[in-house]
């Protein structure tokens, strides 16, 4: 595409081949929509399907976001972009089992609510849940591409759900709705005690009364429609909730605050029946025996305390026996568990910040975790809780394709998460890491069917990638990849490669009198063939050298050499390369 203004021109190329995708999204499409090649194939990385799989020089196939062959020995489709991550190490996107969010205020007055503002289990996350863009960053940064969002408030607290962290929109990102009901026997810090319940006493009491009401519900609706003559009980939403819940055979997870609350909600679910799942509190090493044979999942904190204040003697007076005692053996705490049988997923819950969520069960690792246990309380293991054991916690045909790309071992000090995928979607600061795109790009330029055109037939965009800064420029005639004083290189021996070593997608857009901006990614284009018809990329042509006529002084020659230089082609002004997109502004005056 090709439009002048004000003297400058904005050319958009591409490199590779866009498939439309009919959309599954049952939102309207609004504006101009892009629809990139959803093909891909990450080659020649190390691979870590699951706890103790590897496969070593590793291919994954994807579409649409969802894994489609993973092997040693693949072939990629015709079409996939190819993407060589040589000396990577992948693994599955992390699961974290133990999030919370806020939820809107149930007014009592609205609906056939219950009674009491702490028993809101008809709440649900899935039918609240409020897109928080800076949220889902953190923990994607993390390595983190699923969580369970549970209710934060209340006793019997609402119904949580499974959502992807990646930047589509809830609808799309939305995994599993109401997977689990959540319970607090404790009341809310801060709560006064003006209100009931008040106390902790208080809190298992109406919880119990809860349980209890909700199973006289069940069997005086069963009367009614069974019997004729009686009375119709009166409808309850929360009841409804529970019971619909319950008879799905759902779990309903028990905030653990300390050892003996855990007791507490397992003497509390063996009343009542229930599957019960804890959220530990990082403490459980003090009743380690006891609570090994509740035979319950443990949700584990990584929140490890910080070192106590012992800088001065005064200090060392203040800090408490048991405030060093758990600074000594919280990180060991996960290690004991799996010791002792207990099956525990780790979270990020109550860390000041996602990204302390790796180091942190690095050292864990350093304490007497395994390796494989600690990557399976990540992935796999948080993945079968929620029932999503098939689509996320493993690299697998028909999971989403939600990977971390790592320089390295996940646990070792030094590796670093470089990249994180979620449905497929690479993010986009990772591609100028593999792409170049050094060399000669032959544009060749078309009007509308029957219209007239003053553009020339096709134009040369030579591009010099160094390490430091991009250079180019925009000429009529073939020229060498652009040199400049600002971007030095060296003169590259035999034809310069036109496209990356994998055909990813490269695109230019050059935008009018304005900053440079990278185009919206995912625009039609044409690889780089000889029998391109759009834009193609051809190998730089051999050098030409204008030598001045005899007769000409050196000083004259050089004068009309430059003048023809600047009458067929213009420097790119200010241009960058990032998310397989060129921005550039040049002078079209010098060119056309």
Known sequence: M??????????????????????????????IQSHPNTLIAIQHATIVTEPGRVIEDGTIVMRDGKIVEVGSKLTPPAGADLIDLTGKTIYSGLVD???????????LNRG?????????????????IVQDDAKMTKLRKAGITTVLLAP?????????????????PVPKSLLRRDVGMHVRLTVTRGRGRDSYPGSPMGAVALARQTFLDAQWYSQAWQAYRTQS???????????????????????????????????????????????????????EYQLLNKIAKLNRVIIVPVNFPKPPDVSNAEA???????????????????????????????????????????????????????????????????????GIEDECGVIKSGAWANLLVCSGDLWDDKSKIEEVWVQGERPSSASKVTNKVDGVWK?????????????????????????????????????????????PKAKPEGPAPVVPPTPETAAASIAPDSPAVPATPGVPAVPATDDAKVASASSPAPETSEKPASSEKPENSEKTAKAK????????????????????????????
């Open 443 to 487: 544009m060749t330029l078309t009007s509308p069917s029957g219209a007239e055109s003053a553009l020339p037939a096709e134009l040369f965009l030579s591009l010099s990638d160094s390490e430091k800064k991009l250079g180019g420029s925009l000429a009529l005639t073939k020229k060498n990849p652009a040199k400049s004083d600002e971007t």
């Open 152 to 168: 934060r408030d209340g006793i019997i607290k609402g119904k949580s759900a499974v959502v992807l962290t990646g930047n589509s």
């Open 229 to 283: 003559g009686l009375e119709k009980p009166d409808a309850n939403l929360a009841f409804d909730a529970m019971n619909d819940h319950l008879m799905a055979g759902k779990w309903v997870m028990f905030d653990a605050l300390n050892e003996q609350y855990a007791l507490r909600a397992d003497d509390f679910g063996r009343e009542f029946g229930l599957n019960v799942v804890l959220k530990g509190s990082g403490q």
């Open 316 to 386: 060392v007076l203040d800090a408490e026996l048991e405030e060093l005692t758990h600074w000594e053996l919280a990180p060991e705490n996960p290690s004991r568990l799996v010791g002792s049988g207990v099956k525990i997923a780790l979270t990020s819950s109550g860390l000041n910040d996602p990204s302390e969520f790796i180091p942190q069960i690095r050292k864990a690792i350093k304490r007497g975790l395994d390796k494989d246990k600690a990557l399976e309380a990540v992935t796999t293991g948080p993945a079968k809780l929620l």
């Open 2 to 31: 090709l439009c002048g203004n004000l003297g400058l021109v904005c050319l958009l190329f591409g490199a590779t081949l866009a498939q439309a995708q009919q959309s599954s999204s049952t939102l309207p499409e609004v504006g």
């Open 97 to 107: 089992a133990g999030l919370e969010t806020e939820l809107p205020v149930m007014e």
């Open 565 to 592: 230089e600047d009458k067929g082609s213009t420097k790119l002004k200010n241009p960058k390369w990032e998310d397989r997109t060129i921005a550039a502004t040049f002078d079209a005056g010098k060119v056309l």
């Open 112 to 128: 056939a609510n219950h009674w009491n503002p702490e028993v809101t289990p008809n709440r649900s996350v899935a039918d609240s």
